[in-house]
């Protein structure tokens, strides 16, 4: 039951669009409609900037962190991976808007590691602003990092519902991103930017 619960608490966690919050309340515009349509902090931060990329970020990892953490020190590991799982289902197809298409995991799924496996989690969100500085695409850090973190996973020694969350989350977040993967093959893919860039229309 305890396990049920915490999955279903990830879920709702998960499920909490902050990205559309965020611009909806201080900027009256829905970030469905500007930019890539993604309600992400990537998304967020490349339209209006790091004032609101920042906090985005920091709650995205958030809402997959605290379930995955909750869920290891409450129960075990296996339930923690369940709980963060199912904060990146629902950052995916959030309640909250209609499980209309939500962002693409990634900042969640780095919380849930940190959540459970906080030496693997370190690596990865190293291993994702090492490729960023270099590419300066998001989805190519993204992509690497999703390519990474199994094998980190098995190096490390992790358990097993680790190894297999981080081989299941990092297929996940490249079938999400085959769209990017599209788009840098035919050299159509945005370099991120930290400076704000004006949406059209806003």
């Keep these: 039951m305890t396990t049920a619960l915490l999955v279903l608490a990830g879920y709702l966690a998960g499920s909490m669009p902050f990205g559309y919050w965020l611009v909806r309340l201080t900027k009256g515009v829905d970030i469905r409609t500007v930019g ?3 309600i992400g902090a990537t998304n967020v931060w490349r339209t209006f900037g790091r004032r609101y ?3 985005v970020v920091l709650l995205d990892v958030a809402k ?3 379930p995955a953490l909750l869920g290891a ?3 075990d590991e296996l339930t923690g991976v369940l709980a963060g799982s199912a904060a990146m289902l629902g950052h995916w197809r959030p309640l ?3 499980f209309e298409r939500g962002g693409k995991m990634v900042a969640t799924g780095g919380g849930v590691f940190l959540g459970v496996a906080p030496v693997l989690g370190l690596a990865g969100a190293i291993s994702w602003f090492a490729v ?3 590419a300066r695409y998001a989805s190519v850090a993204s992509l690497a990092t999703a390519l990474a973190v199994p094998v980190l996973a098995l190096l490390l020694d992790e358990p097993w519902p680790v190894v297999a969350f981080a081989a299941t989350a990092g297929a996940a977040v490249i079938v999400l991103h085959r769209g990017n ?7 159509t893919e945005n370099r991120f930017h930290f400076r704000k860039r004006a949406a059209a229309g806003v």
């Design 36 to 38: 890539s349509g993604n």
């Design 64 to 66: 997959g962190f605290v």
């Design 53 to 55: 990329g920042a906090p």
């Design 132 to 134: 960023f500085v270099l």
């Design 96 to 98: 909250f808007l209609g």
């Design 73 to 75: 020190l409450l129960v």
């Design 181 to 187: 993967i599209r788009r840098l093959r035919d050299g």
